[in-house]
């Protein structure tokens, strides 16, 4: 059984540390929150006073923190102490220019690195049953293999460094647009009169299906049990939606390639999340889409 370092233990963090300590790893957890590494503490989480701490004796060294901006100061941090040889495993979601740096700087380290943002939820990482996206050398995801196979349920290699959280946005980014064009989909059904159940059951089975309608159907009682049911509860909050979607566009810039949809999207997210709530599901959007008048 391996040590493990886990900095980051917070909404996604704390249940994926604690699938570790369960399959028997020893993990030593930092976390920027007093109350959280109290927390972690009665899960048998080691908890440490600094990131340094976590990282200094680590095999494996796991992030899972809100942004580039700090994903990169705690690297700063453990770099100079991370053993060499061990591997990095950011889980985080970031731009694609900070994950390039993080490679970057941990091969100058003598560490391994990948990037492995995942998908799946605050329920997917209970549950381990998460979905990584994987950007990094073929060696340096088999030797992420064995931990991620007890935190997930699935993992694709995307590519070399920073692959992964490119499949990350380029998908949130078609989400967005996708459930936009759902709600409005069924915003102008009502209007002309259509019964919801009767749309969803043409669109489910039609050219238009996707995920945004057969499994998250954003009305409610209609399709699979989904947020709709449930008040709009996240699921993942329109909060998270605005940071992927942004990211997206960051990379659209970046890259210099056009993506109308995608910027729409965004304007819109951020339009509904300020004369809305931002805690709201994104599929929420649909409440807010339906109160629009034809200008
Ligand atoms: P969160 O805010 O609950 O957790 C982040 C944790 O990082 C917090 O506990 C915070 O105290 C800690 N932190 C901040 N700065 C720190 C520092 N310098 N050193 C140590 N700890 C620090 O967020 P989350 O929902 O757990 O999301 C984590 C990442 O996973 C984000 O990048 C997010 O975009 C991504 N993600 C979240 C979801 C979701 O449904 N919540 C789904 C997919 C991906």
Same mark, same amino acid.
């Given at each position: 059984?391996?040590?493990?370092?886990?900095?980051?233990?917070?909404?996604?963090?704390?249940?994926?540390?604690?699938? $570790?300590?369960?399959?028997?790893?020893?993990?030593?957890?930092?976390?920027?929150? /007093?109350?959280?590494?109290? &927390?972690?503490?009665?899960?048998? @989480? @080691?908890?440490?006073?600094?990131?340094?701490?976590?990282?200094? &004796?680590?095999?494996?060294?796991?992030?899972?923190? /809100?942004?580039?901006?700090?994903?990169?100061?705690?690297?700063?941090?453990?770099?100079?102490?991370?053993?060499?040889?061990?591997?990095?495993?950011?889980c985080?979601?970031?731009?694609?220019?900070?994950?390039?740096?993080?490679?970057?700087?941990?091969?100058?380290?003598?560490?391994?690195?990948?990037?492995?943002?995942?998908?799946?939820?605050?329920?997917?990482?209970? *549950?381990?049953?998460?979905?990584?996206?994987?950007?990094g050398?073929?060696?340096?995801?088999k030797?992420?293999?064995?931990?991620?196979h007890?935190?997930?349920?699935?993992?694709?290699?995307? *590519? &070399?460094?920073?692959?992964?959280?490119?499949?990350? @946005?380029?998908?949130?980014?078609? $989400?967005?647009?996708?459930?936009?064009?759902v709600?409005?989909?069924?915003?102008?059904?009502?209007?002309? !009169?259509?019964?919801?159940?009767?749309?969803?059951?043409?669109?489910?089975?039609?050219? *238009?299906?996707?995920?945004?309608?057969?499994?998250?159907? /954003?009305?409610?009682?209609?399709?699979?049990?989904?947020?709709?049911?449930?008040?709009?509860?996240?699921?993942?909050?329109?909060?998270?939606? @605005?940071?992927?979607?942004?990211?997206?566009?960051?990379?659209?810039?970046?890259? !210099?390639?056009?993506? /109308?949809?995608?910027?729409?999207? $965004?304007?819109?997210?951020?339009?509904?999340?300020?004369q809305?709530d931002?805690?709201?599901?994104?599929?929420?959007?649909?409440?807010?889409?339906?109160?629009?008048?034809?200008?």
């Open positions: 059984m391996a040590t493990i370092g886990f900095i980051g233990l917070g909404n996604m963090g704390l249940p994926m540390a604690k699938n $570790l300590v369960k399959a028997g790893h020893e993990v030593l957890g930092f976390d920027a929150s /007093p109350d959280i590494l109290h &927390e972690a503490k009665l899960a048998d @989480i @080691i908890t440490c006073a600094t990131a340094a701490d976590a990282a200094a &004796e680590a095999e494996a060294l796991i992030t899972m923190l /809100p942004n580039g901006e700090i994903l990169l100061s705690v690297m700063e941090e453990v770099l100079p102490v991370t053993p060499k040889g061990a591997l990095l495993i950011d985080s979601t970031v731009d694609v220019d900070s994950a390039k740096t993080f490679h970057s700087q941990a091969k100058a380290a003598g560490l391994g690195s990948i990037d492995a943002p995942v998908s799946g939820g605050i329920g997917g990482a209970e *549950g381990g049953t998460l979905t990584f996206m994987i950007g050398s073929e060696t340096d995801c030797r992420a293999n064995p931990y991620l007890i935190m997930g349920a699935k993992q694709v290699r995307c *590519g &070399e460094g920073s692959a992964g959280q490119a499949a990350k @946005i380029c998908n949130n980014m078609l $989400l967005a647009t996708t459930m936009i064009g709600g409005e989909a069924f915003s102008l059904g009502k209007k002309l !009169g259509l019964d919801p159940q009767a749309l969803y059951d043409v669109m489910s089975t039609s050219s *238009g299906s996707c995920w945004s309608i057969n499994t998250y159907c /954003p009305v409610p009682g209609v399709g699979p049990t989904s947020p709709a049911d449930n008040d709009y509860k996240p699921g993942f909050a329109s909060s998270l939606m @605005i940071k992927d979607a942004s990211l997206a566009q960051v990379a659209a810039d970046s890259s !210099g390639q056009a993506t /109308p949809m995608g910027s729409r999207a $965004l304007e819109l997210y951020k339009e509904f999340a300020a809305s931002e805690d709201m599901d994104f599929s929420g959007i649909i409440t807010w889409l339906e109160t629009l008048n034809r200008g």
